[in-house]
C-alpha cells in the first residue's frame, strides 16, 4: 500500500508546455505539501494546505498553482514551463495536530524542461 | 529565518566503521528535528525525531541522533556501517508553536561506505 502517490514518476516537456502532478495520501492526513528538490539536491518548500486550505506560499512565481480538491489530493499544475523549472518535485503530507508530526514523501517527479 | 547546516557534502567511511553526519540549527528556540534518509531515485524516509524529552533518540537501521541544545546540533551517528547505509541524509527542522509546519532541510550529505 502506498502511503503517498505521485504521478507521473517522469515527465519530460518542452520549454512553454503547462503540465500538471498529481498527488494523493492514503494516511488520512489533513496537511500536504509540495517540496523543489534542486540539481544539487537541495530541498525547498513550496506550498502547503490544510483541509483543502492554502496555508504557506513560498515565494513561488504564478505559474505554479496548487489545487486541492479534498484533504487527500494536492494536484500541482505548472504553466509556461521553463528551463529552471527541472527538479524532482516530492509531494508529502502529515497530520496538522502539531509541527512534531513526522512529513511522508511520495517518490518525487522527476521534470525534465527540453 | 530557520537555517540548517549540514557539515560535509560527503562523507566516505568504511564498511564496519562509525558513522558520523553533522547538523546544526539556528534558531535560538530548538526546533522540532528530524534526520531523513533518501536512497537513489526514491522519495525521503523518516530516519528519526526528537520532540522533546530524551536527548538521546534512537531510529531505524540503527541510527541515532543527540540533541545538544547547547551547540545547536543534532548529530547523526551508527556505530557499524553498512553498504546498504549509502544514500543521501538530510537533515530538517520544524519551527515550534507557529503552525508553519514546513520543514526546513539541510543541503544534505551523501554517505558512501567502502567495502
Known amino acids: 500500500d502506498t502511503a503517498v502517490s505521485q504521478t507521473p514518476k517522469y515527465l519530460v516537456t518542452q520549454m512553454g508546455n503547462d503540465k500538471s502532478i498529481k498527488c494523493e495520501q492514503n494516511?488520512?492526513?489533513?496537511?500536504m505539501y509540495w517540496y523543489k528538490q534542486d540539481s544539487k539536491k537541495f530541498l525547498k518548500i513550496m506550498f502547503s494546505?490544510?483541509?483543502?486550505?492554502?496555508?504557506i506560499n513560498e515565494t513561488v512565481p504564478n505559474r505554479f498553482s496548487p489545487k486541492s480538491p479534498d484533504k487527500a489530493h494536492l494536484n500541482l499544475h505548472i504553466n509556461s514551463l521553463e528551463l529552471g523549472d527541472s527538479a524532482v518535485y516530492f509531494c508529502?503530507?502529515?497530520?496538522?495536530?502539531?509541527?512534531?508530526?513526522?512529513?511522508?514523501f511520495g517518490d518525487g517527479t522527476r521534470l525534465s524542461i527540453l | 529565518a530557520q537555517s540548517v547546516t549540514q557539515l560535509g557534502s560527503h562523507v566516505s567511511v568504511s564498511e564496519g566503521a562509525l558513522v558520523l553526519l553533522r547538523c546544526n540549527y539556528s534558531?535560538?528556540?530548538?526546533?522540532?528535528l528530524f534526520w531523513y534518509v533518501q536512497y537513489p531515485n526514491q522519495g525521503l524516509q523518516l530516519l528519526l525525531k526528537?520532540?522533546?524529552?530524551?536527548?538521546l533518540v534512537k531510529g531505524i537501521n540503527g541510527f541515532e541522533a543527540e540533541f545538544k541544545k547547547s551547540e545547536t546540533s543534532f548529530h547523526l551517528t551508527k556505530p557499524s556501517a553498512h553498504m546498504s547505509d549509502a544514500a543521501e541524509y538530510f537533515c530538517?527542522?520544524?519551527?515550534?508553536?507557529?503552525?508553519?509546519?514546513?520543514?526546513?532541510f539541510g543541503s544534505g550529505t551523501r554517505l558512501q561506505v567502502q567495502p
Open positions: 508529502a503530507s502529515s497530520q496538522a495536530s502539531h509541527e512534531n508530526q513526522p512529513q511522508h
Open positions: 494516511l488520512g492526513h489533513d496537511t
Open positions: 494546505y490544510n483541509n483543502k486550505e492554502l496555508i
Open positions: 534558531s535560538s528556540v530548538p526546533p522540532y
Open positions: 526528537y520532540t522533546t524529552g530524551a536527548t
Open positions: 530538517a527542522v520544524s519551527d515550534r508553536d507557529t503552525g508553519r509546519r514546513a520543514l526546513t
